[in-house]
């Protein structure tokens, strides 16, 4: 990774005639923080993707909490939005998500029913199953939640999440998780924990005020927000549409601009935004 120094940061944004840059970890960020500037400024700005990912996020943080780097970070919160923040990097121009990740704002209950609607030429709404779904979702995923952050608490080295729920899927197009597959999974690894682990994480858990769709893992959701998507508008139109990953991403991404009345997550955001850009405003000014 090409460590700037702190002066070079402060001037690197002049070679592209731009105030200020932003860090975030990855390509697939960019869109995201970038849309959500955007809704908070009409300054020009230049995001850029950490050549070191997480890592080097927290390089730049560094820079910005000692040595009052001109630059500002934006990244996911990770276990942070159930775990206190390390104090020193409490910082306006350090923005992180409401939830665990950017996908868990993006796969709000109004950015789903949007989609059903517009791919399945249908009118209504479909909060209630929407609701429905992610509720049991999220309730047979519990259990993975508390030995995921177990394992990040206790540094086991264990992958419990992973990056999809496909394994723990009824089967490969539903969007249910099936209990059978979760208590078997927990059963091999459980042994690697004490009660007193698990009991501890799981009081976490609970003390946290935020639902537990923002505590799970956003990439986590994915294959069971597009199996349900696609169940939802095959079922009411019988219709089976084009949508995969790729796709779901580029749909979703721009969510903000479509609930962000409606969802305490973008507002935080937006809130958070402020912050960061009265801060390098004063810093530069």
Known sequence: MLNYSTDALNVK???????????????????????????????????????????GLLTYMDKIVEEDAQIIVACDSDYNAILPIEKKY???????????????????????????????????????DVDAWYEEFLENSRTLLVYDLANHVFTKGIQVFGDKCVKFLDNEKSSSISKVKVNKFILDISKNFESEQIEYTKTLITRSKKELRFLIKGHFLTNGVLNFIKNTIRKETSIKIPINLDSLYALMVSCVGRCDKKCKDVQFLKDQIKKSLNSIENASG
């Open 13 to 55: 944004s002049l070679f592209y005639n731009k105030p200020f840059i932003i860090y975030v970890e990855g390509q697939d960020d960019i869109n995201f923080w970038d849309y959500l500037f955007k809704s908070k400024t009409n300054v020009e700005f230049r995001i850029e993707e950490s050549p070191g990912g997480k890592t």
């Open 90 to 128: 409490i910082h306006d121009r350090i923005v992180r998500t409401y939830g665990y990740s950017i996908e868990n704002t993006m796969y709000c209950p109004h950015n789903i029913n949007q989609l059903i609607k517009r791919y399945g030429r249908l009118k209504g709404g479909f909060f209630p």
